[in-house]
DNA sequence: ACTAACAGCTAATACGAATTAGCGAATAGA
DNA sequence: TCTATTCGCTAATTCGTATTAGCTGTTAGT
């Protein structure tokens, strides 16, 4: 059995006493009404397709057509890395559900991403790209040369998390941080803060960056600056011990795991929060995602499941219509978290 | 440019003044060493294909070679459902750390796998099977007459979970629950414990059965079974009750969200845990996640990962010779958490 | 000098399905 | 009865690459 060649049109053709190309026909009937097929030959073909369970080899079929009903999925960081289980997941759970309502399966292009010097590459040398009809590209820290050939080329992509051009527009699924940081940082000022002091990098990733002109541009004008933490991963003791000087009244951070650290060693240290400091975090991961891990933060949530979806969606509407270049952006939702308070009246951090 | 046709090995042999079968040689060189081409004849080729930036098609190719590189993922519930989200995820990050070490992509089949009726099937009309080398297959109820098919076939594959056979052996890596069931019952039993409980289903997955079997096996003639209840999601209120009522000193659950359950409405109730009553759990999920989720009860960890790298290791080697069949059980380990301690005295669930 | 061997390349074919052009027979039209 | 038309089907071609058989021209061997 093991030998067993596969089955091919011709062998069905034989079997029923037809040509090759009238088993072709009988399968794809719907196309050329034309010369159609008389329901007996036809019968008598599905007979022996059936009989022999018979199915059409997806690659020759691709091969002729054309397209494949796969969409690639390329991230620029492992998709499954134990160490950041939740980063691309929920996206993950968005792409898979559109992908499987719109008829669709998912190429992880985990292996064939990589060239020759091991370097995370959409343009390998394998072309495995072509493989999937299109392509869906995840991972906060894009190659800009690669992004620009991309655009320049007539492979359908969608970018999930918003783009700067890259020789002209990229088509992607953002989510809007800058509203949604502006909100944040509005709700800081109404409740009386005017002292912020901002802990994370501020580039160069477009939804980083996002983040910190969001957070400048609502401050402008309505609140002072008073410390600037640009660093990743930095030492909690250190953070709080500035913070604290500096006399901010509330602390504003881009990753959720740096305000984790802050938190737990700022209360290790006394200091109640949010009574005598607030703590905002731009981001953060899915709603439940973010109940689960520690405690309520004020922040916002990352739609991340439906910016897959949205992607997805996009980019079968990009393999129909290939001149279409779309960005859209999708809201935050505001967690009102248990962070945030006035601040405290007794510090000096009020003026 | 959307207009120009992607380039071929005709476009490149034409360029560089030579016929097309020279360029795949040139680009297959390692192989039949005899029909060598000179140095000069393979830079002016290669210096073309730099140029031009030509990729083989990976589809042609792999319709004259038969393989593709591709590892196919067919799981009989969505790859990624919102409502459980933590399922595959551990099983799919060893998976494409494995895929990605041995340089194979993975095809998701997402939408393939349905038929007609919307139902999952492995060998959906579709044969969408194909277009991967060989594929894993994830979920805990198996259609057992696919499965049976799936074994008469040379199609290559591997099970994540052990498997019953299914007219012959199934190729298969699973987690010895047996074992590791065995050992927390005996833990119990030298903690003094003989009333038991068990709460979860019994079967038909084979994942759930071997934890019924172990922890019969492991009972027999040593402690009393004074209380089963074979419900999914059952009320947590009755469950407490009747436990007490039974006089049970110790509670096993087959299911960590059953026990989460009934853990947080018995210390509602003011039972101790595991002062009163013991509770251990027969799986979980990975260390991180048991341990982030709830209290960390007494349970064993389910190698997932693991699982998903052996099997897609194993589904390779199967790729070489797939003449061969191996089972494959890895252990859970055990973890000690703090819900099992010795019965209380002083309740008469002590005899 | 005449064959043998070999280097260097190309023509031809296969892979499996889709598709087009068109053939032969039957029927319709006049 | 002779030409159109339609029906039912098939031969031939295509997709892009890999591979084999083999052709041509040069060199080696005797």
Redesign the interface.
């Known amino acids: 059995?093991?030998a067993?060649r596969?089955l091919t049109q011709r062998d069905i053709a034989q079997l029923a006493g037809v040509s090759q190309a009238t088993v072709s026909l009988v399968l794809n009937e719907a196309k050329s009404a034309e010369g159609r097929i008389p329901p007996e030959t036809r019968e008598r073909v599905l007979k022996v397709i059936r009989e022999t369970?018979y199915?059409?080899?997806?690659?020759?079929r691709?091969?002729v057509k054309g397209a494949?009903?796969?969409l690639g999925v390329f991230t620029y960081q492992?998709?499954?890395?134990?160490a950041q289980?939740d980063f691309y997941?929920?996206f993950?759970?968005g792409i898979?559900?559109a992908?499987?309502?719109?008829?669709?399966?998912?190429?992880?292009?985990?292996?064939?991403a990589?060239d020759e010097k091991g370097r995370k590459r959409i343009?390998?040398?394998?072309?495995?790209l072509?493989?999937a009809d299109g392509c869906l590209i995840l991972g906060s820290q894009f190659d800009r040369d690669e992004l620009a050939q991309l655009v320049?080329s007539?492979y359908p992509y969608v970018a999930v998390g918003r783009r700067d051009d890259a020789g002209g527009k990229v088509r992607y699924v953002g989510a809007d941080y800058i509203t949604a940081t502006t909100t944040l940082v509005d709700q800081a000022l109404a409740k009386g803060h005017r002292q912020f002091a901002f802990i994370g990098t501020t580039g160069p990733a477009e939804s980083i960056a996002d983040r910190w002109r969001g957070f400048q541009s609502a401050l402008k004008g309505k609140g002072a600056l008073v410390h600037v933490d640009d660093v990743e991963n930095g030492d909690p003791a250190r953070q709080v011990a500035e913070v604290r000087a500096s006399g901010a009244s509330v602390v504003f951070f881009a990753e959720v795991l740096e305000a984790v650290a802050f938190d737990t060693y700022a209360r290790a240290q006394g200091i109640s929060i949010p009574g005598d400091l607030s703590i905002v975090v731009l981001g953060s991961g899915t709603r439940?995602h973010t109940l689960?891990?520690h405690r309520a933060f004020t922040c916002y949530a990352i739609p991340r499941?439906e910016m897959g979806k949205r992607a997805a969606a996009m980019l079968v509407e990009t393999l129909a219509d290939?001149?279409l270049v779309q960005q859209v952006m999708l809201q935050c939702e505001i967690v009102a978290g248990e962070t945030l308070a006035p601040p405290n009246p007794t510090k000096d951090s009020l003026k």
Chains 1, 2 share one sequence.
């Open positions: 059995m093991s067993a596969r369970g199915v059409a080899d997806p690659i020759a691709s091969m494949n009903r796969i492992p998709a499954f890395p134990i289980a997941t929920p993950l759970m898979e559900e992908a499987e309502t719109l008829g669709y399966d998912l190429l992880l292009m985990t292996a064939s990589r343009f390998g040398e394998s072309g495995r072509r493989l320049a007539d439940t689960r891990l499941e290939p001149s």
